[in-house]
Nanobody, 111 residues
Framework: QVQLVESGGGLVQPGGSLRLSCAAS????????MGWYRQAPGKQRELVAT???????NYADSVKGRFTISSDTAKNTLYLQMNSLKPEDTAVYYC?????WGQGTQVTVSS
């Protein structure tokens, strides 16, 4: 059973940065469809950033220009670099690979 382990969440002030990681126990051969989602309290889980086919990357409009998704396939790991964080970015962030979800990592943006 493939497992995903997320890390890097925490409490940060508005305008700060965090880098999330998602390490998979399986081997990544294709990034297509893999990505990051988030769920704020009382809201549905929403897409943050995902890899599409080829070199395409999809970002939610709310994070464009601030968040960057990347990967290190040698380490079977996805990353989400989050800059210029806002209070509305507060949520539990989940990675998704092969249709599987990680356990989530809490990101709280507050002064």
């Amino acid at each position: 059973q493939v497992q995903l382990v997320e890390s890097g969440g925490g409490l940060v002030q508005p305008g700060g940065s965090l880098r999330l990681s998602c390490a998979a126990s399986g081997r990544i051969f294709s990034l297509n469809g893999m990505g990051w989602y988030r769920q704020a309290p009382g809201k549905q889980r929403e897409l943050v950033a995902t890899f599409g086919s080829g070199r395409n990357i999809n970002y939610a409009d709310s994070v464009k220009g601030r968040f960057t998704i990347s990967s290190d396939t040698a380490k079977n790991t996805l990353y989400l670099q989050m800059n210029s964080l806002k209070p509305e970015d507060t949520a539990v962030y989940y990675c998704n690979m092969w249709g599987l979800w990680g356990q989530g990592t809490q990101v709280t943006v507050s002064s």
